[in-house]
């Protein structure tokens, strides 16, 4: 199996976290977005959507990290994605609130906006108004993590044990330490965010990420 990644990408990082945790025997091969690799073949022949990452199985072809999770999860009998119906349609459902909700106006209209230029808005007033709502929606659904996924004493996102749905939310979550995010509002989020920082490859596949975040010192978000 071949991981087309790059290691200071958000939904790059739980599956290759979850590669390194699961000890899954994957080849690694840079994407490198910052010179625009991805906008060119022989990666747009790979990817139309000119994303990472992007996972080869044989002739298998996944392109959604949230996919990726899964399909690594059940194809090595793993039980991070349960094999009982309710039990996987619970870690679907977290998934799918995810992307669905959380990751739109989390990332797309609060924090990327911010970090990346391609992202800015074409006007200041369109700018401005983009990032106040993805700051106060975003607030909204933290407070859903906080109290509907998180806010019965859960250890997990659907119970005591870990599960794909843990390691694809954990590495959205984190990117509000770009923008300074207070996590102190959301205990259960904080916590939560905590555990799953402590894994043991949480470092080593963060590096980069966190070598970034250390370079916006200093700059003002709204957060």
Same mark, same amino acid.
């Given at each position: ?16 976290l ?19 690799e +991805? +906008? ?44 009982d119906l ?36 074409p006007?200041?007033e369109?700018?401005r ?27 997990y996102?659907?119970g ?13 979550v ?15 989020v ?10 043991? +490859? ?15 010192e ?6």
């Open positions: 199996m071949k991981l087309y990644m790059h290691p200071a990408s958000i939904t790059s990082r739980p599956v290759r979850f590669i390194a945790e699961k000890g899954l025997a994957v080849d690694e091969q840079i994407v490198d977005l910052f010179t625009g +991805h +906008h060119q073949e022989p990666f747009l022949a790979i990817n139309q959507s000119r994303l990472v990452p992007v996972l080869e199985d044989g002739d298998v072809r996944l392109t959604e990290s949230a996919t990726i999770l899964r399909y690594l999860a059940e194809k090595n009998g793993l039980a991070e994605y349960p094999t309710v039990a996987k349609a619970k870690v679907n459902e977290v998934m799918d609130w995810v992307n669905s909700n959380f990751y739109r106006d989390w990332g797309y209209n609060l924090c990327y906006p911010q970090l990346f230029p391609h992202h800015k808005r006007t200041d369109g700018h108004v983009a990032v106040e709502w993805g700051r106060d929606k975003s607030h909204f659904w933290m407070q859903v993590l906080n109290d509907k996924w998180l806010g019965d004493g859960r250890t996102l659907t005591s044990e870990i599960t794909v749905a843990d390691y694809f939310t954990a590495s959205i984190a990117l509000g330490h770009a923008i300074r995010f207070d996590f102190s509002a959301y205990p259960n904080e916590a939560w965010l905590g555990r799953m920082k402590a894994l043991p +490859h949480w470092a080593a596949v963060s590096e980069q990420l966190e070598g970034f975040n250390a370079s916006l200093g700059q003002k978000f709204v957060a």
